[in-house]
């Protein structure tokens, strides 16, 4: 299927479920149901720079609590409604992402790794002393009395919009892939110096790649001060996006747009359930023991099982 | 704007009291990364695990946390040879270190943290010494004990470690596998092994540090994720692989931050070293001593 | 004469105390096929490394068609048709024999000889048949025979449609027959215009193959000139025997 066929089939399918979302009852559906999509865009956005470049980002928390405070300042200052703060948020990750990669990308990957994590362990520090979203204390968010489409209530519009965010970051995520840049940065991941001697920009590539993911883990976030009607800092840089960005696309797959999209659903949905009957730190130990499982034992995730299927029945 | 002396001198004495401990948190990292090329980002995770060790026995049984670190050193030791056993087999062996590597170190800091939380809570832990609460006057200058016996201790441990690997046989295959693995080879020695003793050292020396730091501060387990750009700042400021750098980048990054602290707040102290790590992979990347 | 497609002058290059090119001068004319010789760690790599972009020298110039390519990026160099191959081979290895090949060729090739989409495929295939590759063009490319590898990276350097290509050491530990296959690719390079630097150790392919021979000794050139000339000459037979 080509690109541009695509997307107006992913757009349909997001639209088809946020109708027939409208059907179910259960209120609980809707906040675990955000929570996972917020996963799927965050995982889709990381494999961008992680999965089809080869440089590891730490710090998806510090992009995503971009997305989520761009919007509680544009609320605070002028009332902004959610597609401004959307289109706001996802503009000033990006931008972010653009300054963290032009500074450190044309070194190691290591170096860039580094700088993600301190780049949140400094964001953190900033917003919990900047009084205008908040602080510490944290800031409300009033949800529109008025919920737009006639939805019931504010959550399920939320949940639609993240549906709605979801498609374009799968279009997104397979437009690269597949394009000519996809396959620049494929040789970057396989191999930046012979990339390179083969005329691929590298440095140029890679600081495009890390915009762009940064300004779709921006737009994850835009959406979440809506989410409980209150932000504040320690769930906004939670360490659970950090942790989970990586596993997701690691156990669903990182070579293609696919992977993420199966690790996050899987993950995700699991977490969810998890989360009722068990703590969120043991959660979040699962989480990680399986991250450090797949790599080591599985590197090539679910997806990986199913392409070395796919060969052995060829054979 | 007249700056009081006492303020002055008292903001350089303890930056260098706490580069002092800052040299011993990174000479590990110089060692794994600078030496070995492994991305150990999870060698905070260990600090911190030495930290709530010597917190347990000291709670228990009263031992000065310092002391009980050095006697439990070799288990750390193990404990980092067979972390890069692992490292090894599933990723250096197999060409794949840069991604996978980091994304397993990752997880394994991540691992730390949380069962720690699981077992301790997220409540900040001390330990209480003889020396806790002592401070040495000299004029208007002040030592706290609590720095300045970490200070003493980690500045032996770090030139023991140079005196280490600049005297003896192993030390010098350690620099050697660095620069030359063929030439190791053909000389008798086993790379791997070397590495792998390398690596344990490194990650002893992390859990002394570990109980350098609970001597220091209250621990909690999230605090470790603090420490790996102050590490690798420290390292790449003072020359990656060298370890007199590293004591050198240790008391700079310290003064800079004590200075940060006290004239701007200490919550901005950990901009500190992001941006001095900036600077100098920009404007100098090979570090103050570095080759 | 011929204008020199590539002038090396004065290339010295240095890491922290140890001097690896001093003062090299090296030209290359257009379609010339040049031997570039001598023992290990003499600098030739390092040469090559400087010439493509991958090292800066700190000292004297480089030029291609009269143009200085010192600032430029390795990536550029390749777009005005410089190539190399690397003595080790580094294929993409997540990629397909056939995929490796689209990378140059939709990367490296200069605006105007810049391919649609469409015809990249049946370009890389031609190429492949080139060098033997065509029935190995499905295989991944991590899995290949040493031979196949080589050529991989041949073909890759050549995929980037160059007019001077940097063979580095593709001949090391091949067979007899091996060297021979791939002599005559880069002999098929000949038909092409492209001119060709070869660095080799096996000095039959290399007597054969050069017009010239410029040999390294521990940074410095000492001879360049006529092959029968150089293989003769005292000090290169010094260099490579020892007294």
Known sequence: MSNRAFAPVALAVALALAAASQLVTNEYFFTAGYTVLLFVILATAWNILGGYTGYVNFGSAAFFAIGAYTTVALYNAFKAPLPVTIVAGTAVAGLAGLGLGYLTLRLRGVFFAIASLALAVVLYVFVVNWDFVGGARGAYILQPREVPFGMPRYIHLIYSVQLLMVALALVVARAIEHSTLGRGLAAIRDDELAAECSGVPTLRLKIFSAMASCALMGMAGTTFPYYLSYIEPSSAFSLSYAVNSIAMPLIGGMMSWIGPLIGAVLLGTVQQLVQVTVSSAWNLLIVGVLLVLFVTLAPNGIMGWVEAWRRRRER | ?291 | MAEALLEVRGVTKRFGGFTALESVDFTVRPGERVGLIGPNGSGKSTLVNCIAGTLRNEEGSIRFEGQDIGRHPAHKRIRLGLARSFQIPKPFASMTVLDNLCVPLLYAARKHERLPRSRVVEEATHILKQVGLADRAQAMSGGLTQVDMRKLELARAMAAKPKLLISDEAMAGLSASEVDDILALLFGLKEQGVAVIMIEHVMRAVMKFSERIAVLVAGRKIADGDPQAVAGNAEVVKAYLGE
């Open chain 2, 1 to 291: 704007m007249e700056i009081p002396t006492a303020l002055l001198v008292n903001a350089i004495i303890a930056g260098l009291l706490l580069g002092g401990f800052y040299a011993a948190v990174s000479v590990g990292v110089s060692i794994s990364f600078g030496m070995l090329d492994v991305v150990n980002i999870a060698h905070p995770a260990f600090i911190i695990l030495g930290s709530y060790i010597a917190y347990i026995v000291n709670d228990r049984f009263g031992f000065d946390p310092i002391a009980v670190s050095l006697v439990l050193s070799p288990l750390f030791f193990l404990l980092g040879m067979a972390l890069y056993r692992v490292y090894y087999l599933s990723f250096e062996k197999r060409g794949q270190e840069s991604l996978r590597g980091l994304a397993f170190f990752f997880g394994i800091l991540f691992i730390t943290e949380v069962a720690l939380v699981l077992i301790f809570g997220v409540d900040y832990r001390m330990v209480s010494t003889r020396y806790s609460d002592v401070t040495w006057r000299a004029g208007v200058a002040d030592f706290p004990m609590r720095l300045a016996v970490p200070f003493l201790v980690s500045v032996a441990m770090v030139l023991g470690v140079q005196l280490l690997l600049t005297r003896t046989f192993f030390g010098r295959a350690v620099l050697a596998v660095a620069q030359d693995q063929l030439a190791l080879r053909l000389m008798g020695v086993n790379p791997v092994r070397v590495k792998e003793l390398a690596f344990g050292l490194s990650i002893a020396t992390a859990g002394v540090a570990g109980a350098f730091l609970i001597v220091i501060q209250p621990v909690q387990p999230a605090i470790g994720r603090e420490f790996i750009g102050l590490a690798f700042a420290v390292c790449v400021l003072g020359g990656m692989g060298s370890i007199l750098g590293t004591l050198l980048g240790a008391f700079v990054l310290g003064i800079a931050e004590s200075f940060t602290s006290t004239f701007f707040g200490p919550s901005w102290a950990p901009a500190v070293s992001f941006g001095l790590l900036l600077a100098t992979l920009a404007f100098r990347p090979s570090g103050l001593l570095g080759r």
